[in-house]
């Protein structure tokens, strides 16, 4: 909606300075490069597990890029923290997001905004683990899903979970 902003102010400010009518002409591919694209992430994670290959502990930050306008990273962000769980318990649980303000064009969320990227990042998380585990990480994934009882780290109860059920039919 507000895309058009940013060539619109540069006109209407050239117009101004100048007291001259100004009629600005841009390629298609610019004001993408002005008005940005997704945010840029970029995950470490520190996590344990017991002797029994189940998580203990994680702990996740995430660094998002915004560009030189936040706009609408702080929602995406939110929506990170709150799915990045996804179907696994993890009793200690932590996830924060850093948003960043640079010199590069401002980032916008798209359709689902957090979501894809939350749920990537806990599978990678998962393989890695089940990796370092030396386990089958479907196995390692079954393992660690919520079962009836369990408690999201929102503090959320789980109840009526049937992911166990679904994954082995």
Known sequence: VTAANFGGC????????LNLPVRLNMHFKDPQRGLGSRPQYEMTYTAGVDANNKLQALDIVIDM??????GDCGFEAGKVV???DNCYNCPN???TVNLY???IAPATSVRGPGWIQSILYSEMIMNKMANACSMDPMAFRALNFYKNGDTAPNNQPITQCTIDQMWTN
């Open 93 to 95: 649980f932590s996830a």
């Open 101 to 103: 303000q640079g010199n």
């Open 10 to 17: 540069c006109a209407a400010w050239a117009a101004r300075d």
């Open 82 to 84: 709150s799915n990045i």
């Open 65 to 70: 890029a915004c560009g030189y306008n936040a």
